[in-house]
Protein backbone atom coordinates (compact mmCIF):
# COMPACT_ATOMS: atom_id res chain seq x y z
CA UNK A 1 0.00 0.00 0.00
CA UNK A 2 1.39 3.77 -0.88
CA UNK A 3 2.12 5.67 2.36
CA UNK A 4 2.15 9.44 2.14
CA UNK A 5 5.86 10.87 3.35
CA UNK A 6 6.17 14.29 5.28
CA UNK A 7 9.77 14.42 4.70
CA UNK A 8 9.79 15.67 1.03
CA UNK A 9 8.55 18.34 -1.21
CA UNK A 10 5.71 16.37 -2.72
CA UNK A 11 3.40 17.88 -5.60
CA UNK A 12 0.24 18.59 -4.97
CA UNK A 13 -1.39 16.27 -7.59
CA UNK A 14 0.64 13.48 -6.46
CA UNK A 15 -0.54 13.68 -2.84
CA UNK A 16 -3.58 14.18 -4.30
CA UNK A 17 -3.55 10.81 -6.87
CA UNK A 18 -2.20 9.21 -3.18
CA UNK A 19 -5.03 10.13 -1.68
CA UNK A 20 -7.55 8.91 -3.74
CA UNK A 21 -5.81 5.19 -3.32
CA UNK A 22 -5.94 4.90 0.23
CA UNK A 23 -8.70 2.77 2.20
CA UNK A 24 -11.66 4.72 2.77
CA UNK A 25 -12.35 5.53 6.66
CA UNK A 26 -15.18 6.79 8.45
CA UNK A 27 -15.10 10.22 9.24
CA UNK A 28 -13.37 10.81 5.49
CA UNK A 29 -9.41 12.39 5.08
CA UNK A 30 -9.75 15.65 6.59
CA UNK A 31 -8.96 19.20 5.08
CA UNK A 32 -9.74 22.90 5.40
CA UNK A 33 -13.39 22.45 6.32
CA UNK A 34 -12.70 20.21 9.39
CA UNK A 35 -11.15 22.69 11.32
CA UNK A 36 -13.87 24.31 12.48
CA UNK A 37 -16.05 21.41 13.27
CA UNK A 38 -12.82 19.85 15.46
CA UNK A 39 -12.67 23.28 16.84
CA UNK A 40 -16.43 23.09 17.85
CA UNK A 41 -16.24 19.69 19.41
CA UNK A 42 -12.74 19.91 20.91
CA UNK A 43 -13.81 22.56 23.18
CA UNK A 44 -17.14 20.94 23.82
CA UNK A 45 -15.61 18.22 25.37
CA UNK A 46 -13.27 20.05 27.14
CA UNK A 47 -16.10 21.92 29.02
CA UNK A 48 -17.83 17.99 29.82
CA UNK A 49 -13.99 16.92 31.08
CA UNK A 50 -14.04 19.73 33.65
CA UNK A 51 -18.13 19.17 34.77
CA UNK A 52 -17.49 15.56 35.07
CA UNK A 53 -14.12 16.42 37.08
CA UNK A 54 -15.80 18.69 38.95
CA UNK A 55 -19.04 16.51 39.93
CA UNK A 56 -16.29 13.84 40.86
CA UNK A 57 -14.60 16.38 43.11
CA UNK A 58 -17.82 17.73 44.77
CA UNK A 59 -19.27 13.88 45.62
CA UNK A 60 -15.47 13.04 47.34
CA UNK A 61 -15.85 16.05 49.33
CA UNK A 62 -18.68 15.09 50.74
CA UNK A 63 -18.02 11.24 51.13
CA UNK A 64 -20.03 10.18 47.79
CA UNK A 65 -17.39 7.98 45.68
CA UNK A 66 -18.40 7.25 42.70
CA UNK A 67 -15.14 7.04 40.40
CA UNK A 68 -17.31 6.33 36.92
CA UNK A 69 -17.48 10.23 37.00
CA UNK A 70 -13.58 10.34 36.14
CA UNK A 71 -13.94 7.26 33.60
CA UNK A 72 -16.82 9.74 32.20
CA UNK A 73 -13.81 12.56 32.12
CA UNK A 74 -11.40 10.56 30.71
CA UNK A 75 -13.44 9.65 27.71
CA UNK A 76 -14.34 13.07 27.40
CA UNK A 77 -10.50 13.69 27.17
CA UNK A 78 -9.84 11.01 24.23
CA UNK A 79 -12.55 12.62 22.25
CA UNK A 80 -11.09 16.39 23.11
CA UNK A 81 -7.48 14.74 22.20
CA UNK A 82 -9.06 13.19 18.94
CA UNK A 83 -10.42 16.07 17.80
CA UNK A 84 -7.81 18.13 18.59
CA UNK A 85 -5.57 15.75 16.49
CA UNK A 86 -7.63 16.05 13.63
CA UNK A 87 -7.93 20.00 13.69
CA UNK A 88 -3.46 19.38 13.36
CA UNK A 89 -4.29 16.64 10.71
CA UNK A 90 -7.15 18.69 9.05
CA UNK A 91 -4.14 21.40 8.27
CA UNK A 92 -1.25 19.10 6.66
CA UNK A 93 -2.46 15.71 5.30
CA UNK A 94 0.65 15.04 4.96
CA UNK A 95 1.28 14.74 9.06
CA UNK A 96 0.74 10.98 9.15
CA UNK A 97 1.95 10.01 12.14
CA UNK A 98 -0.80 12.36 13.60
CA UNK A 99 -4.26 10.89 11.55
CA UNK A 100 -2.61 8.12 12.95
CA UNK A 101 -2.78 9.29 16.39
CA UNK A 102 -6.18 10.69 15.79
CA UNK A 103 -7.48 8.32 14.37
CA UNK A 104 -7.06 5.83 17.21
CA UNK A 105 -8.67 8.27 20.01
CA UNK A 106 -11.32 8.94 17.71
CA UNK A 107 -12.31 5.08 17.59
CA UNK A 108 -11.24 4.27 21.54
CA UNK A 109 -13.83 6.54 23.21
CA UNK A 110 -17.03 4.16 21.39
CA UNK A 111 -15.68 1.50 23.16
CA UNK A 112 -15.40 3.05 26.98
CA UNK A 113 -18.19 4.62 26.52
CA UNK A 114 -20.20 1.58 25.65
CA UNK A 115 -18.32 -0.37 28.68
CA UNK A 116 -19.41 2.56 31.31
CA UNK A 117 -23.14 2.10 29.70
CA UNK A 118 -22.44 -2.13 30.61
CA UNK A 119 -21.39 -0.86 34.61
CA UNK A 120 -24.70 1.10 34.53
CA UNK A 121 -26.90 -1.92 33.02
CA UNK A 122 -24.85 -4.38 35.99
CA UNK A 123 -26.23 -1.99 38.55
CA UNK A 124 -29.89 -2.69 36.99
CA UNK A 125 -29.52 -5.92 37.09
CA UNK A 126 -28.16 -5.69 40.53
CA UNK A 127 -30.58 -4.07 41.75
CA UNK A 128 -33.43 -6.13 40.59
CA UNK A 129 -31.44 -9.51 41.29
CA UNK A 130 -29.48 -8.21 44.66
CA UNK A 131 -27.91 -11.60 45.67
CA UNK A 132 -27.68 -13.00 41.46
CA UNK A 133 -26.05 -9.57 41.06
CA UNK A 134 -23.80 -10.13 43.45
CA UNK A 135 -22.34 -13.48 43.35
CA UNK A 136 -18.94 -13.68 42.04
CA UNK A 137 -19.75 -16.05 39.00
CA UNK A 138 -21.58 -13.03 37.29
CA UNK A 139 -18.85 -10.86 38.50
CA UNK A 140 -16.55 -13.27 37.00
CA UNK A 141 -18.77 -13.39 33.80
CA UNK A 142 -18.37 -9.58 33.50
CA UNK A 143 -14.61 -9.12 34.19
CA UNK A 144 -14.17 -12.05 31.29
CA UNK A 145 -15.82 -9.72 28.98
CA UNK A 146 -14.27 -6.97 29.64
CA UNK A 147 -11.33 -8.50 29.44
CA UNK A 148 -12.03 -9.54 26.08
CA UNK A 149 -13.24 -6.58 24.51
CA UNK A 150 -9.45 -4.90 25.60
CA UNK A 151 -8.42 -7.40 23.26
CA UNK A 152 -10.65 -6.57 20.56
CA UNK A 153 -9.62 -2.88 20.99
CA UNK A 154 -5.87 -3.74 20.68
CA UNK A 155 -6.44 -5.77 17.54
CA UNK A 156 -8.21 -3.38 16.33
CA UNK A 157 -5.47 -0.42 16.68
CA UNK A 158 -3.00 -2.77 15.36
CA UNK A 159 -4.60 -3.88 12.48
CA UNK A 160 -6.12 -0.18 11.44
CA UNK A 161 -2.51 1.23 11.90
CA UNK A 162 -0.31 -1.32 10.55
CA UNK A 163 -1.67 -0.73 6.76
CA UNK A 164 -0.08 3.03 7.17
CA UNK A 165 3.36 2.23 8.44
CA UNK A 166 4.08 -0.08 6.32
CA UNK A 167 4.21 -1.94 2.37
CA UNK A 168 2.21 -4.82 2.56
CA UNK A 169 1.48 -7.62 0.22
CA UNK A 170 -1.93 -7.92 -1.04
CA UNK A 171 -2.29 -10.86 1.16
CA UNK A 172 -1.05 -9.09 4.39
CA UNK A 173 -3.07 -6.28 3.91
CA UNK A 174 -6.65 -8.20 3.21
CA UNK A 175 -5.86 -9.71 6.87
CA UNK A 176 -5.56 -6.59 8.41
CA UNK A 177 -8.19 -5.54 6.63
CA UNK A 178 -10.48 -8.65 7.87
CA UNK A 179 -9.31 -8.26 11.33
CA UNK A 180 -10.50 -4.80 11.54
CA UNK A 181 -14.17 -5.93 10.04
CA UNK A 182 -14.47 -9.02 12.91
CA UNK A 183 -13.73 -6.37 15.35
CA UNK A 184 -15.60 -3.68 14.23
CA UNK A 185 -18.84 -5.83 13.97
CA UNK A 186 -17.88 -7.08 17.54
CA UNK A 187 -17.77 -3.34 19.26
CA UNK A 188 -20.90 -2.92 16.91
CA UNK A 189 -22.48 -5.66 19.11
CA UNK A 190 -20.58 -5.03 22.57
CA UNK A 191 -22.60 -1.40 22.38
CA UNK A 192 -25.65 -3.44 22.73
CA UNK A 193 -24.99 -5.17 25.62
CA UNK A 194 -26.14 -2.86 28.13
CA UNK A 195 -29.49 -2.82 26.68
CA UNK A 196 -29.45 -6.38 26.32
CA UNK A 197 -28.35 -6.58 30.12
CA UNK A 198 -31.62 -4.44 31.49
CA UNK A 199 -33.81 -6.48 29.22
CA UNK A 200 -32.49 -9.27 30.86
CA UNK A 201 -32.89 -8.12 34.98
CA UNK A 202 -36.55 -7.44 33.68
CA UNK A 203 -37.13 -10.67 32.17
CA UNK A 204 -35.32 -13.33 34.07
CA UNK A 205 -38.11 -13.21 37.16
CA UNK A 206 -36.29 -12.59 41.04
CA UNK A 207 -35.81 -15.71 42.80
CA UNK A 208 -36.96 -15.94 46.41
CA UNK A 209 -33.85 -14.86 47.39
CA UNK A 210 -33.23 -12.10 46.02
CA UNK A 211 -36.60 -10.89 47.73
CA UNK A 212 -35.86 -12.00 51.09
CA UNK A 213 -32.18 -10.56 50.88
CA UNK A 214 -31.20 -7.59 53.50
CA UNK A 215 -29.92 -5.47 51.16
CA UNK A 216 -27.80 -2.29 51.75
CA UNK A 217 -28.75 1.19 49.37
CA UNK A 218 -27.93 4.46 49.91
CA UNK A 219 -30.98 5.65 51.39
CA UNK A 220 -29.74 9.10 52.12
CA UNK A 221 -29.83 10.32 48.68
CA UNK A 222 -33.40 11.69 48.11
CA UNK A 223 -33.08 13.14 44.86
CA UNK A 224 -31.93 13.01 41.23
CA UNK A 225 -31.91 16.41 40.70
CA UNK A 226 -29.25 18.36 38.49
CA UNK A 227 -28.27 20.35 41.75
CA UNK A 228 -28.49 17.98 44.03
CA UNK A 229 -25.75 16.59 46.04
CA UNK A 230 -25.71 14.44 48.96
CA UNK A 231 -25.28 15.74 52.45
CA UNK A 232 -21.72 16.20 53.84
CA UNK A 233 -21.02 12.69 55.29
CA UNK A 234 -24.12 11.22 54.66
CA UNK A 235 -22.86 7.70 53.11
CA UNK A 236 -20.32 7.25 56.16
CA UNK A 237 -23.25 7.81 58.69
CA UNK A 238 -25.95 6.21 56.82
CA UNK A 239 -23.44 3.10 57.03
CA UNK A 240 -23.04 3.69 60.58
CA UNK A 241 -26.65 3.62 60.71
CA UNK A 242 -27.24 0.48 58.64
CA UNK A 243 -24.93 -1.20 60.69
CA UNK A 244 -25.92 0.06 64.19
CA UNK A 245 -29.77 -1.75 62.85
CA UNK A 246 -28.42 -4.84 61.47
CA UNK A 247 -25.20 -5.56 63.37
CA UNK A 248 -22.56 -8.13 62.23
CA UNK A 249 -25.57 -9.51 59.20
CA UNK A 250 -24.81 -6.37 58.18
CA UNK A 251 -21.11 -7.54 56.37
CA UNK A 252 -23.82 -9.81 54.38
CA UNK A 253 -26.13 -7.26 52.92
CA UNK A 254 -26.65 -6.72 49.10
CA UNK A 255 -25.42 -3.23 47.55
CA UNK A 256 -27.32 -1.90 45.21
CA UNK A 257 -28.51 1.50 43.84
CA UNK A 258 -31.59 3.39 45.59
CA UNK A 259 -33.92 0.70 45.46
CA UNK A 260 -36.66 3.71 43.46
CA UNK A 261 -39.73 2.64 45.92
CA UNK A 262 -39.40 -0.72 45.40
CA UNK A 263 -40.29 -3.05 48.39
CA UNK A 264 -36.77 -4.59 50.38
CA UNK A 265 -35.99 -4.98 53.56
CA UNK A 266 -34.48 -2.00 54.70
CA UNK A 267 -37.07 0.76 53.86
CA UNK A 268 -37.30 1.38 57.28
CA UNK A 269 -34.00 3.21 56.86
CA UNK A 270 -35.47 5.62 54.69
CA UNK A 271 -38.37 6.45 56.86
CA UNK A 272 -35.82 6.63 59.87
CA UNK A 273 -34.37 9.61 58.67
CA UNK A 274 -36.84 11.96 58.94
CA UNK A 275 -34.61 14.78 58.37
CA UNK A 276 -33.93 13.90 54.83
CA UNK A 277 -37.33 13.58 53.69
CA UNK A 278 -37.71 16.87 52.52
CA UNK A 279 -34.57 17.40 50.87
CA UNK A 280 -33.53 18.28 47.45
CA UNK A 281 -36.71 18.47 44.69
CA UNK A 282 -39.47 16.58 45.28
CA UNK A 283 -40.41 16.79 41.69
CA UNK A 284 -37.61 14.55 40.99
CA UNK A 285 -38.50 11.08 41.42
CA UNK A 286 -36.47 8.54 43.07
CA UNK A 287 -37.60 5.87 40.41
CA UNK A 288 -35.52 4.16 38.04
CA UNK A 289 -37.76 4.25 34.81
CA UNK A 290 -35.38 7.68 33.24
CA UNK A 291 -32.52 5.22 34.83
CA UNK A 292 -33.17 3.28 32.34
CA UNK A 293 -34.24 5.49 29.81
CA UNK A 294 -30.73 7.09 29.90
CA UNK A 295 -29.13 3.87 29.59
CA UNK A 296 -31.08 2.72 26.63
CA UNK A 297 -30.62 6.37 24.45
CA UNK A 298 -27.24 6.10 24.98
CA UNK A 299 -26.43 2.86 24.49
CA UNK A 300 -28.35 3.56 21.19
CA UNK A 301 -26.44 6.41 20.06
CA UNK A 302 -23.40 4.59 20.80
CA UNK A 303 -24.57 1.61 18.48
CA UNK A 304 -25.34 4.28 15.81
CA UNK A 305 -21.85 5.22 15.77
CA UNK A 306 -20.11 1.88 15.68
CA UNK A 307 -22.53 0.57 13.16
CA UNK A 308 -21.92 3.23 10.60
CA UNK A 309 -17.86 2.61 11.12
CA UNK A 310 -18.85 -0.88 10.74
CA UNK A 311 -20.28 -0.63 7.43
CA UNK A 312 -17.50 1.55 5.97
CA UNK A 313 -14.70 -1.47 7.09
CA UNK A 314 -17.18 -4.03 4.75
CA UNK A 315 -17.47 -1.50 1.76
CA UNK A 316 -13.65 -2.20 0.86
CA UNK A 317 -13.54 1.44 -1.21
CA UNK A 318 -10.78 3.91 -1.87
CA UNK A 319 -10.87 7.64 -1.29
CA UNK A 320 -11.75 8.15 -4.72
CA UNK A 321 -14.51 5.46 -4.83
CA UNK A 322 -16.37 6.33 -0.87
CA UNK A 323 -19.71 6.53 -0.63
CA UNK A 324 -21.21 9.13 1.55
CA UNK A 325 -21.56 7.25 4.97
CA UNK A 326 -17.90 8.15 4.85
CA UNK A 327 -18.18 11.29 5.08
CA UNK A 328 -16.96 13.43 7.72
CA UNK A 329 -20.26 15.41 8.18
CA UNK A 330 -21.56 12.16 9.62
CA UNK A 331 -18.65 11.45 11.90
CA UNK A 332 -19.60 14.81 13.38
CA UNK A 333 -23.25 14.03 14.05
CA UNK A 334 -22.68 10.44 15.30
CA UNK A 335 -19.41 11.14 17.30
CA UNK A 336 -19.89 15.02 18.29
CA UNK A 337 -23.39 15.81 17.93
CA UNK A 338 -25.11 12.81 19.52
CA UNK A 339 -22.28 11.95 21.88
CA UNK A 340 -22.78 15.67 23.39
CA UNK A 341 -26.54 14.78 24.02
CA UNK A 342 -25.21 11.62 25.57
CA UNK A 343 -22.93 13.36 27.85
CA UNK A 344 -25.77 16.02 28.58
CA UNK A 345 -27.72 13.24 29.57
CA UNK A 346 -25.51 11.80 31.90
CA UNK A 347 -24.79 15.10 33.55
CA UNK A 348 -28.48 16.54 33.93
CA UNK A 349 -30.16 12.44 34.39
CA UNK A 350 -27.09 12.78 37.58
CA UNK A 351 -25.97 9.21 36.82
CA UNK A 352 -23.63 9.64 39.75
CA UNK A 353 -26.75 9.63 42.56
CA UNK A 354 -28.86 7.32 40.18
CA UNK A 355 -25.97 4.74 39.97
CA UNK A 356 -24.26 5.42 42.94
CA UNK A 357 -23.96 1.71 45.15
CA UNK A 358 -22.55 2.38 48.87
CA UNK A 359 -19.35 1.15 49.48
CA UNK A 360 -18.49 -2.06 51.12
CA UNK A 361 -18.88 -2.24 54.88
CA UNK A 362 -15.52 -3.15 56.45
CA UNK A 363 -15.49 -6.11 58.62
CA UNK A 364 -14.06 -4.33 61.17
CA UNK A 365 -16.98 -1.94 61.60
CA UNK A 366 -19.29 -5.16 61.84
CA UNK A 367 -17.26 -6.86 64.22
CA UNK A 368 -16.94 -3.78 66.29
CA UNK A 369 -20.81 -3.39 66.91
CA UNK A 370 -21.52 -6.89 67.03
CA UNK A 371 -18.85 -7.74 70.01
CA UNK A 372 -20.07 -3.72 71.89
CA UNK A 373 -23.77 -4.66 72.07
CA UNK A 374 -24.89 -1.49 71.13
CA UNK A 375 -28.32 -0.93 71.18
CA UNK A 376 -29.25 -1.02 67.24
CA UNK A 377 -32.64 1.00 67.89
CA UNK A 378 -30.99 3.80 70.05
CA UNK A 379 -27.93 4.64 68.17
CA UNK A 380 -30.67 4.45 65.11
CA UNK A 381 -31.97 7.16 66.83
CA UNK A 382 -28.41 9.13 67.36
CA UNK A 383 -27.88 8.58 64.03
CA UNK A 384 -30.87 9.98 62.35
CA UNK A 385 -29.62 13.63 62.85
CA UNK A 386 -27.12 13.21 59.95
CA UNK A 387 -29.96 14.95 57.67
CA UNK A 388 -29.32 17.93 59.38
CA UNK A 389 -25.20 18.02 58.02
CA UNK A 390 -24.38 19.64 54.76
Not at 233 to 250: E, K, T, W, Y
Not at 351 to 372: E, M, Q, W
Request: charged share 15%; with cysteine; aromatic share 14%.
Amino acid sequence: MLKLESDADIPAYLITYVEGLQQSQFGDYPDSKDVAPSAIFLAIFIIFFLIHTTIFGINWKRGHKFPLSLGFAFYCLLRWIGFTLRLVWAKNLLKLHVGIASEVFLILPTVFIASFNLVLAQRIFTWKHPVGGNTKLFWTLMLVLYSVVAAVVLMTIVAGVVPYLYFLSRSHYNMCRNVVKVTSLLITLYSLLAIALVLLAFVYPSSQDDKNALVYQPFWITSFAPTYFAPKGAAQQGRDLFVGRHQSAALNAKRTIVTGGQPSSIDNEAAALNEYENLGASKFSLKHNNSIIIIALTSFFVFIGALFRCITMFLDTTYDTQSWITRNVVMYVLWGALETIVNLLYIVGRVDLRFYRPDAIPASIGDSNKVSGVDSTEEAKDNSTIGSVH
